[in-house]
Nanobody, 123 residues
Framework: QVKLVESGGGLVQAGGSLTLSCAAS????????LAWFRQAPGKEREFVAA????????YIASSVKDRFTISRDNAKNTVELQMNSLKPEDTAVYYC????????????????WGQGTQVTVSS
């Protein structure tokens, strides 16, 4: 069983920055993709970014690609989402997901999820 724990959310003013971290349990053998999704109130969960655990390839949603970056640290079993120039529309619960196969930007492809961390951007 893969356990994921997100941290780093909070309240920030528009234009500010936050770094989210997803810590994966030691039982990550075989995990290929770690990804971030977000869900705003009344909306479906949407893809934000993903990283390949083996070759470090990264994928960023077009809506955030100029502001967000994703990186992974295999030694620490963590994936971080650096969010800059935050906007009120970035307000959402951010979830970390993991899967045993290649990246795919649809949440139902990810069998493992963290509990989520709230990000609130004030205008």
């Amino acid at each position: 069983q893969v356990k994921l724990v997100e941290s780093g959310g909070g309240l920030v003013q528009a234009g500010g920055s936050l770094t989210l971290s997803c810590a994966a349990s030691a039982r990550t053998f075989g995990i290929l993709t770690l990804a971030w999704f977000r869900q705003a109130p009344g909306k479906e969960r949407e893809f934000v970014a993903a990283a390949n655990w083996i070759n470090a390839d990264t994928y960023i949603a077009s809506s955030v690609k100029d502001r967000f970056t994703i990186s992974r640290d295999n030694a620490k079993n963590t994936v971080e989402l650096q969010m800059n120039s935050l906007k009120p529309e970035d307000t959402a619960v951010y979830y970390c997901g993991a899967k045993y196969s290649e990246y795919f930007p649809v949440d139902r492809n990810y069998p493992y999820w963290g509990q989520g961390t709230q990000v609130t951007v004030s205008s």
